[in-house]
Antibody, heavy 121, light 108 residues
Framework: QVQLVQSGAEVKKPGASVKVSCKAS????????MHWVRQAPGQGLEWMGW????????NYAQKFQGRVTMTRDTSISTAYMELSRLRSDDTAVYYC??????????????WGQGTMVTVSS | EIVLTQSPGTLSLSPGEGATLSCRAS???????LAWYQQKPGQAPRLLIY???NRATGIPDRFSGSGSGTDFTLTISRLEPEDFAVYYC?????????FGQGTRLEIK
């Protein structure tokens, strides 16, 4: 079955970077766009962007332009999201989510379990 | 950026009752690319409805979506105990996806 398994919780200091991984199984990673969505404690969902694992193309939310980098390693079916210059308000659960449709960008469908990133001095 | 406003913020109902959740967009959503998600505490969101009215795989038919343009509705008929959760609408008609702030559906 399709599954996305994310890396474990992280604690970072302000100004540092964090890189979260998302390993896909049960399907070919290059067939579906991968979205990243975050959720601050007690807050709503915030879309960060997507990556096309087939060619590495990306589309980032305006808010994260210049601070986020989404990449992938197709040889190990893994997508990555790196966020730099961390601030306390970046404390959140970060989710990867596979797109609903094959080879096109639509919306997140199948989600990983989430990775808690805490930014604290 | 398309802003989505959900109402009400909290809805208190009893099992067996029907629920109506609203989502209003700041501008018309292309192709009615509007989705609904359910999220329970400590869990990832689950896709319920996409394209305004299409149920995702495995979603019970007591969940239905409707609407077009800027006004959309999620209807849950005959609430089950497991339906009490937070519901988010989301638009994917523009190049940048946005979510509503959520409606909490709680047991009365």
């Amino acid at each position: 079955q399709v599954q996305l398994v994310q890396s474990g919780a992280e604690v970072k200091k302000p100004g540092a970077s964090v890189k979260v991984s998302c390993k896909a199984s049960g399907y070919t990673i290059t067939g579906y766009y991968m979205h990243w969505v975050r959720q601050a404690p007690g807050q709503g969902l915030e879309w960060m962007g997507w990556i096309d694992p087939n060619n590495g193309g990306t589309n980032y939310a305006q808010k994260f332009q210049g601070r986020v980098t989404m990449t992938r390693d197709t040889s190990i079916s893994t997508a990555y999201m790196e966020l730099s210059r961390l601030r306390s308000d970046d404390t959140a659960v970060y989710y990867c989510a596979r797109d609903l449709e094959v080879v096109t960008a639509t919306l997140p469908d199948i989600w990983g379990q989430g990775t808690m990133v805490t930014v604290s001095s | 950026e398309i802003v989505l406003t959900q109402s009400p913020g909290t809805l208190s109902l009893s099992p067996g009752e029907g629920a109506t959740l609203s989502c209003r967009a700041s501008q018309s959503i292309s192709n009615n690319y509007l989705a609904w998600y359910q999220q329970k505490p400590g869990q990832a969101p689950r896709l319920l409805i996409y394209g305004a009215s299409n149920r995702a795989t495995g979603i019970p038919d007591r969940f239905s979506g409707s609407g077009s343009g800027t006004d959309f509705t999620l209807t849950i008929s005959r609430l089950e105990p497991e339906d009490f959760a937070v519901y988010y609408c989301q638009q994917y008609g523009s190049s940048r996806i946005t979510f509503g702030q959520g409606t909490r559906l709680e047991i009365k």
